[in-house]
């Protein structure tokens, strides 16, 4: 196992885990157990994050679409989300990782909302470490959202429109009290963003891996820095500004 760290590292990592389905289908088994594997890969990053020094690493496990799958997918999701709060419960907090979560929460299952109100208030008080779980959501239900809560800022007088940008704005997103995302990882070969943090990308740099994500591991992630590591952030300005330090 390699023991390097990539010289740069992101801050906040976000990844689409995709590819269980196929994962399970090229062995013949059923996608559940695709998915199952798929919750020890995610024990996996955690792990790998905190030892390569990613403080914020955001999951989509559960999208505002997902819901079209069938019921049995649905409900497998669910109770696996469930045993993966109730078994990682200690270890986050031996770990000092923060649980949070991004979405409309309010609508999955009540075991569900449960078990994570649980892991969010025990792990409340962690600044270092951030678990950031993208549950039914959806980018544009976000905006949407947001704008919602913008424009009800605006009627109260806590806004003014003639002041926006993108700071305030950001401030009624989910995301509020976490930085935008530097390095975005899509598993499984696909090359879609898929309504997943679509304003926080923005000046993310995109890596997409064929590894399906039950294959995904701490190589993958460290090759993933590595990668990231070599690419120039330029944030709208030019090479020689950037190497001069004037942008
Ligand atoms: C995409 O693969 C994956 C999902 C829709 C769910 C991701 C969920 C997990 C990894 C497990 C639960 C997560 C946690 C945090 C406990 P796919 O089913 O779309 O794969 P396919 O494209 O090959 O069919």
């Known amino acids: ?14 990844i689409i885990m995709d590819g269980n389905g196929r994962w399970a289908k090229q062995r013949g088994m059923p996608r559940l157990e695709g998915h199952r594997r798929g919750v020890e890969t995610v024990r996996t990053v955690v792990d790998t994050a905190r030892e ?13 679409e997902n819901w079209k799958r069938p019921g ?8 696996l989300l469930d045993f993966f709060l109730k078994r990682e419960l200690n270890n986050l907090i031996k770990e000092k990782v923060r649980l949070r979560t991004i979405g409309r929460i309010e609508a999955l299952p009540e075991n569900v909302r449960r078990e994570l109100d649980r892991v969010k208030a025990a792990t409340q008080h962690f600044t270092e470490w951030n678990l950031v779980l993208a549950l039914n959501y959806g980018a544009q239900t976000e905006a949407v959202d947001a704008a919602r809560a ?20 950001r401030r009624y997103l989910y995301t509020a009290e ?5 390095l975005l990882i899509r598993t499984s070969g696909e090359l879609r963003l898929s309504n997943f943090l679509m304003l926080q990308l923005a000046y993310a740099e995109l890596v997409f ?23 120039e ?3 709208g300005a030019t090479t020689e500004q950037i190497q001069t330090g004037r942008a």
Not at 52 to 64: M, N, P
Not at 213 to 227: K, T
């Open 150 to 169: 913008y424009a009800e800022a605006v009627r109260d007088g806590r806004e003014n429109p003639a002041e926006a940008s993108w700071e305030k704005f």
């Open 209 to 231: 891996t064929p590894t399906l994500w039950p294959d995904f591991g701490r190589a993958d992630l460290v090759a993933a820095c590595e990668e990231y590591a070599r690419r």
């Open 52 to 64: 390569l020094g990613i403080r914020y690493l955001t999951l989509y496990a559960f999208s505002a």
């Open 178 to 182: 976490i930085p935008e995302p530097d």
């Open 233 to 235: 952030r330029r944030y």
């Open 72 to 79: 049995e997918e649905v409900s497998g999701l669910m109770g």
């Open 1 to 14: 196992m390699s023991t390097s760290r990539p010289a740069r590292i992101p801050q906040h990592v976000a």
